[in-house]
């Protein structure tokens, strides 16, 4: 089954509202990367994190990794119609030579 | 610049039909990768090479073989397309070693009737 899973699948928001997704992993990871893929564009990279607990930011985006290192969040402050596209993450097992891309949460920014 | 390029943006064939994707990286990456795109599902790893001539298995190999005889190049191949493969189909690559971030071609969207 899914390895990784991301909630929620959609989300739509007023823009200058807040936006938070979650990606939970059945098994620990050794690294969290996350990418962006706009409207029929592809996947691009954004940020890693690598230690247990990290916490990294890039202007209004903020990115956790868990302590546990199964899971990890992204939350947009203040969205923009800008921030709109589908927010993956991904990551690599803690055991054996597997990468994992998570399910995916698109988000719709509302002007 | 990271340029991957995939070989078509859409492409329709008949079932039964064997299928070629071609994928070529400019970067010298060692790793290749294939994936499929579908809604809910996020993106499912089918096959990926860590050099040339070398491929493993992904989540998802069934009715795909994937071919790596030159460096830049990384091929997937569907014997016989079935209406099951009718998906998005994006090629990756990278530096090999430690967890260096993958780059990803424009897509190929493939619709099997």
């Known amino acids: 089954g899914q390895q990784v899973m991301q909630i929620p699948q959609y989300q739509h928001v007023q823009e200058g509202e807040d936006f938070t997704t979650y990606c939970n992993s059945s098994?620990?990871?050794?690294?969290i990367q996350w990418y962006k893929q706009r409207p029929g564009g592809h996947p691009v990279f954004l940020i890693q994190?690598?230690?247990?607990?990290e916490v990294k930011k890039q202007k209004r985006l903020t990115f956790q990794f868990g302590e546990a290192k199964k899971n990890s969040s992204l939350h947009i402050t203040a969205t923009q119609t800008t921030d709109v596209g589908t927010y993956f993450c991904?990551?690599?097992?803690?055991?054996?030579?597997?990468?994992?891309f998570g399910t995916g949460t698109s988000l719709t920014v509302i002007p | 610049d990271v340029k991957v390029t995939q070989s078509s943006r859409y492409l329709v064939k008949r079932t039964g039909e064997k299928v070629f994707l071609e994928c070529v990286q400019d970067?010298?990456?060692?790793?290749m990768f294939w994936y499929r795109q579908d809604p809910g599902l996020g993106l499912r790893l089918i096959y990926f090479?860590?050099?040339?001539?070398?491929?493993e298995k992904g989540d998802i190999p069934e009715g795909y073989s994937v071919s790596r005889e030159k460096k830049e190049r990384f091929s997937l191949i569907l014997e016989s397309a079935s209406t099951n493969q009718t998906s998005m189909y994006l090629c990756?690559?990278?530096?090999?070693?430690?967890?260096?971030?993958?780059?990803f071609g424009p897509g190929t969207r493939l619709t099997v009737l």
């Open positions: 991904a990551g690599w097992r803690d055991t054996g030579n597997q990468f994992y």
């Open positions: 990756a690559s990278r530096w090999a070693g430690g967890y260096n971030e993958q780059f």
């Open positions: 994190l690598v230690k247990s607990g």
């Open positions: 090479s860590y050099d040339v001539k070398m491929k």
């Open positions: 098994t620990t990871l050794s690294n």
């Open positions: 970067m010298d990456h060692e790793n």
